[in-house]
């Protein structure tokens, strides 16, 4: 029977346990220990209270403590001198799972130290030493604010000097950010709040210091500390679990700037000339280097999304999607642009330098990104083409084959039929000899390109490498055609003829009229009016 009534009473223990929350023991702001089991009516947190009563009451008695335990057949007492401050039942052994004479030791230790230390600290020496040390931290505290309003004032004498020197203005290469006066008056705010935050920061600490040195007051320094502590300790916590996810950030990234850098060193070399790979063209190393650089970022990106703090919240994911939603809806023509932008680079349709004409616009090409192309006209004046317009029209590369090959320049005259087409001819293939950066071989050569009524067109053709300088080329050309023209006598014009040709010889080269041609003369019939 009595086996069966400890089974029960473990049980009632048991289930009190779980039904009725602990209650510490608290004495002077420490906790002791906790009280996990009710006895008889009384709860835990009503027999932590009136442990904590007792305590205080032997704690404040001039005579020594001595804590006794006293083992009975249900409860063990855990007294001093006649006065009982605990009783450790046989449910509070099952709640801490020790024996109960065994629990009722340590409590009694445990007890036994609060009290020696309270009545010690409730000495007259032990206050007079408290006083002391308040002073010292007091003292210490007047030496470090009057050192900070030293250091604040020379921090200002400082800032002041660097302002009337002018040294102070923020500037981004010859652009004024921010000007010497109002970057002086942030750091003198600036000086001004950090000498407050520091000076309200040391008398927190001092407080806490100081109330630590007094038992009564003690409690409010443990709550001073743990206030400015806790958030400090949690943050520190947080930052230390989070290390290992930075250390993989740092390790990701360094290995992406590595792999960046050697790539570039490879499209370098590539763009130079001193690495080849069959089939790369140099043109293509920088744009190909744009395409992988945009990869490794894309990649590293999504390799160190997952460590970065909150990415797994609801609002880290709403950000994300917002700003998908936002890019795919903005920049349809800009995508257009890049990809029109790398198809014109892998189509070699153009280099750097090269001469061409889109639509209207003619120039030399300057500068060839993923979104559009900049072109210098020969009037010096710039035009920004978007890679989509070059893709979407018809483009004419005057330099494609012109360093190879050569460019065929052309020009049309019109002569008469009484000049002999043999003289033109040579007349034009010689001013195109005349002319600079003209080559001379294939020799320049002259097309008939049609036979109008009244004349005939002459198409000089002339081949040159320098695409660059056809104003040029085309100006001097025409001069020395007039040059070659007025010397041997052939003007150069487009005659146009009335039906009537009285007076007008025919429109034939000398040496093929027959020897007895004469001009016909004018002829001019009158008619009379026989009325007058």
Request: aromatic content about 8%; cysteine-free.
């Amino acid at each position: 029977m009595a086996f069966l009534g400890g089974l029960a009473a473990l049980f009632l223990a048991t289930a009190g346990q779980a039904q009725v929350p602990a209650a510490p023991v608290m004495f002077q702001g420490e906790t002791l220990f906790e009280i996990r089991a009710p006895f008889g009516a009384f709860t835990p947190a009503q027999r932590a209270t009136a442990i904590a009563e007792r305590l205080e009451v032997l704690a404040g008695q001039a005579e020594p403590v001595r804590i006794a335990v006293s083992p009975y057949e249900s409860v063990s007492e855990i007294s001093s001198g006649e006065a009982v401050i605990m009783a450790v039942t046989a449910a509070d052994a099952a709640a801490a799972g020790q024996v109960r004479d065994e629990l009722a030791a340590v409590y009694a230790q445990r007890l036994e130290e609060t009290l020696v230390r309270a009545q010690t600290e409730r000495s007259t020496q032990y206050l007079r030493q408290s006083w002391l040390y308040t002073t010292a931290a007091t003292v210490a505290l007047g030496l470090f604010l009057y050192g900070l309003r030293a250091a604040v004032r020379r921090a200002r004498g400082h800032i002041e000097a660097r302002r009337s020197a002018g040294r102070l203005a923020l500037n981004l290469q010859n652009a004024e950010l921010v000007s010497a006066e109002r970057m002086a008056a942030l750091l003198l705010r600036a000086t001004t709040l950090l000498a407050l935050g520091l000076a309200l920061l040391a008398l927190y600490f001092h407080l806490s210091l100081v109330f630590s040195f007094f038992p009564a007051t003690r409690a409010w320094a443990a709550l001073l500390i743990g206030t400015l502590l806790v958030p400090l300790g949690v943050v520190g916590g947080a930052l230390l679990d989070y290390l290992p996810n930075v250390g993989v950030i740092v390790l990701v990234i360094g290995l992406m700037v590595v792999l960046t850098r050697f790539v570039r060193f490879v499209f370098d070399a590539l763009g130079a000339g001193t690495l080849r790979f069959k089939g790369f063209h140099p043109e293509w190393a920088d744009t190909t280097f744009k395409i992988a650089r945009f990869v490794i970022i894309v990649f590293t990106a999504v390799v160190i999304f997952p460590y970065l703090p909150g990415a797994g919240s609801p609002g880290f994911q709403g950000i994300s999607i917002f700003l998908g939603a936002l890019l795919s809806l903005g920049s349809g023509s800009a995508v257009a642009n890049i990809v029109a932008g790398i198809v014109l680079t892998y189509t070699r349709a153009f280099r750097v330098g090269d001469r061409i004409r889109v639509n209207d616009s003619e120039g030399d090409v300057i500068n060839h990104t993923l979104i559009a192309t900049r072109v210098r006209t020969i009037k010096n004046v710039d035009i920004v083409i978007p890679n989509a317009v070059l893709l979407g029209n018809h483009m004419i590369n005057y330099s494609a084959v012109a360093e190879e090959q050569g460019l065929v320049l052309h020009s049309k005259v019109t002569i008469g039929y009484d000049v002999p087409w043999r003289q033109v001819h040579e007349l034009l293939i010689a001013a195109a000899q005349d002319t600079k950066l003209i080559l001379a071989e294939p020799a320049p050569y002259v097309l008939q390109t049609s036979l109008d009524d009244f004349y005939v067109s002459y198409q000089i053709n002339a081949m040159t490498r320098a695409s660059r300088q056809q104003a040029s080329i085309y100006s001097e050309l025409h001069q020395h055609i007039q040059d070659r023209f007025h010397a041997a006598g052939v003007e150069i014009l487009s005659p146009h003829y009335a039906a009537v040709r009285d007076g007008q010889a025919i429109a034939m080269p000398a040496e093929s009229l027959p020897a007895d041609y004469v001009a016909p003369p004018f002829r001019l019939n009158l008619r009379l009016d026989e009325s007058r």
